[in-house]
């Protein structure tokens, strides 16, 4: 296969997996930024957290991928990317992993102040890279300042306070806000009653400052820094989804919603990398030159031995994944979360504790009856 068709190929793949990326891992950092807004006692924030168990860690796989995938397929796009980026991507990774921990550990003692703590570190967690990865994006669609050193290499000159831009801060904030709708609809699928109404009402709420946000950002995006009238396609057909998204959550039509929902950020980011095509990091000043997937990809060799690498195991992958998904499809009821009180290393002195916070929790709040 020509090395100009593999460039292509795998320049369409790692978007594929971002979109992956942003419709599986958006609903998650959604429920984590609303789990104190949505969950108003323990029972509750259990339940939230319950959702989210079984697919997080599988969810953030596709951003495993897509980062290993362009270092391999495009090593000089990743070095850049990485180092010109280096402290957004650094805190990104930060909350990713305090966020983590938080799943892991909010359990294991019932002490509300420990669990108010990982409460508020799983919400940092959400959010920071829910805003961040909307600026990062922001600034690779509009141009970087990058220049290429005297080996053939690539160097980004700007600092960190350069992409801090207007359209990128825009970029951010519509993530942001797209991934809490995208999680409130989510909730609203995926949970009963009083979390599902609770849900419904915060999605239509935010949506619309999501739809807002949308068109400012696609449409700057598109007229500022698009050249190719195709990519008019995938703004038009997100837009439409959105609407049509708010409109079944609206008629409390949840699956229908998040399916709009889910096809609403598939189409934004493959306009993002359609107005990037066939750059990777285009240069700020657009007379100079910016990085392509010519001169940023491996050789023909390397690019071949990952195809057939793909080939072979992203089916195994998605059947997995969607394997997951179809096990844990059912609701969960705050009713059928079991002791959401105890913590598994109490000792049984904070065990009784736990267990008296509960009868009276449960007697201000008692838990709606499932369905």
């Not at 959702?51 to 796989?61: A, C, I, S």
């Not at 805003?131 to 600034?139: E, K, R, S």
């Not at 703004?235 to 949840?254: D, P, Q, S, T, Y």
């Amino acid at each position: 296969m020509p090395l100009e068709t593999l460039q292509i190929i795998w320049f369409g793949l790692i978007a594929v997996l971002w979109i992956g990326y942003f419709v599986l891992e958006g609903f998650d950092y959604g429920v984590g930024i609303l789990l104190p807004v949505l969950g108003k006692n323990e029972r509750e924030r259990r339940a939230l957290l319950t959702t989210l168990g079984p697919v997080w860690d599988g969810n953030e796989v596709w951003l495993l991928t897509a980062g290993g995938a362009t270092f391999a397929a495009f090593p000089e796009w990743y070095a850049t990317l990485f180092s010109g980026f280096y402290l957004p991507l650094l805190l990104i990774l930060v909350a990713l992993i305090l966020r983590g921990v938080s799943f892991e550990y909010r359990s294991k003692r019932s002490d509300p102040t420990w669990r108010k703590r990982f409460d508020a570190m799983i919400v940092v967690g959400s959010f920071v890279p829910a805003l961040l990865w909307g600026v990062a994006f922001g600034n690779l669609v509009r141009g970087v300042a990058v220049s290429q050193d005297g080996q053939g290499g690539w160097l980004y000159t700007g600092g960190f306070f350069d992409l801090l831009n207007p359209y990128s801060l825009i970029g951010g904030l519509t993530t942001l806000t797209l991934f809490l709708t995208h999680g409130a609809v989510f909730v609203a699928l995926k949970t009963g009653s009083p979390l599902r109404e609770r849900a419904n009402k915060l999605a239509s709420q935010i949506g619309v400052v999501a739809a807002v946000l949308a068109v400012v950002f696609l449409l700057w995006s598109q007229l500022a820094f698009s050249e190719k009238t195709w990519t008019w396609i995938p703004v038009i057909i997100a837009a439409g989804c959105w609407v049509a998204g708010l409109a079944m959550n609206f008629r409390k039509r949840e699956g229908w919603a998040f399916t709009f929902s889910a096809v609403t950020l598939a189409a934004a980011v493959a306009s993002l990398f359609g107005m990037l095509y066939p750059y990777v990091m285009p240069n700020i000043e657009r007379a100079l030159p910016g990085m392509t997937i010519q001169n940023a990809s491996s050789s023909e060799y390397t690019l071949t031995i990952m195809t057939w690498v793909a080939v072979i195991l992203t089916p195994i992958v998605l059947v997995y994944q969607a394997w997951t998904y179809w096990v844990f499809r059912k609701r969960v009821n705050p009713s059928d979360i079991v002791d959401p009180y105890a913590g598994s290393l109490d000792t049984p002195a904070e065990a009784a504790e736990a267990a008296a916070r509960a009868a009276k929790d449960e007697a201000l709040s008692p838990p709606a009856p499932a369905g």
